[in-house]
């Protein structure tokens, strides 16, 4: 289990302001909390394999938080991510976390330059884990896929494939890029639960505007554009279609908001 609240600032690292660079060895079981905080200078970091291909499968809170200059980590191998790990790594571009199945709170807030994550494999995520990152246009997911409150608030997400059965509450909160959303394998879903409304007058306008139509047995494809229209489907039994289709057309900026039933 990841304890997602566990920061004593009394026992926090003062930092490193000259390592570069960084090898664990295949032995290492777990890289524990704060063991390179704060590390500014750090730009790589290397987790050896051993002669079965596996290298140091936990790593710890606040790990590596802070170093804004890390650019490179190997996590293929890595089994559980804590809280706040890679809190802030500004200029990270890449985290293969394909096998990842538990990842705390906030692990890669902040981090600015990630384009891309797989999370098929993820089954615990803690809040916010990927929010501001603005950088992150596309992820890959799966049907059991766990997601959480904020987790992709203000990323850089343009498109995306879901499969889960819910989606938390703000997940995609304000993802301004955000056009095409495909849904797989769902039951039923309400499109409120995709809309942010900044102003009450502006949710009154846009629910006058909302027409129900018949669901079409094809996949789910929300499309957002410049004029002022909203197509939903109703909720459709389980039994009847396993995938459904629904076209969302609104003007201005539409973000994720609320939990969504699927």
């Known amino acids: 289990k990841i304890e997602e609240d566990d920061y004593d600032a009394a026992k926090t690292p003062d930092g490193n302001t000259t390592v570069k660079s960084v090898v664990i060895p295949a032995d290492v079981k777990e890289i524990q909390k704060f063991a390179f905080f704060n590390c500014t200078a750090l730009e790589k970091v290397t987790l050896l394999k051993d002669s079965q291909g596996n290298s140091v499968p936990f790593i710890r809170e606040y790990a590596f938080a802070n170093n804004t200059s890390l650019k490179e ?32 709170k906030s692990a890669f807030q902040n981090c600015k330059s990630l384009e891309y994550v797989d999370i098929t494999a993820l089954r615990n995520a803690g809040v916010e884990t990927f929010m501001n990152c603005t950088n992150l246009k596309t992820i890959d997911n799966g049907r059991y896929t766990n997601f959480s409150e904020r987790m992709f608030k203000n990323s850089g997400l343009t498109t995306l494939t879901y499969y889960a059965d819910r989606i938390p509450n703000y997940c995609f909160a304000n993802c301004k890029d955000l056009e095409t959303v495909e849904v797989q394998h769902a039951d039923s879903f309400d499109t409120e639960a995709l809309l942010e409304k900044a102003e009450a007058d502006f949710t009154e306008e846009l629910e006058s505007k909302v027409e129900v139509e018949e669901p079409v047995v094809t996949e789910s494809v929300y499309t957002k554009a410049s004029e002022s229209e909203l197509y939903s489907t109703a909720a459709v039994p389980a039994d009847e279609l396993s995938t459904i289709t629904a076209k969302m057309v609104v003007k201005g900026d539409i973000d994720a908001e609320g939990s969504l039933d699927l």
């Open 73 to 104: 980590i190997n996590l293929e191998e890595v089994d559980l991510i804590g809280a706040y790990t890679f809190f802030n790594c500004t200029s990270l571009t890449k985290a293969d976390i394909t096998k990842v199945y538990a990842i705390g």
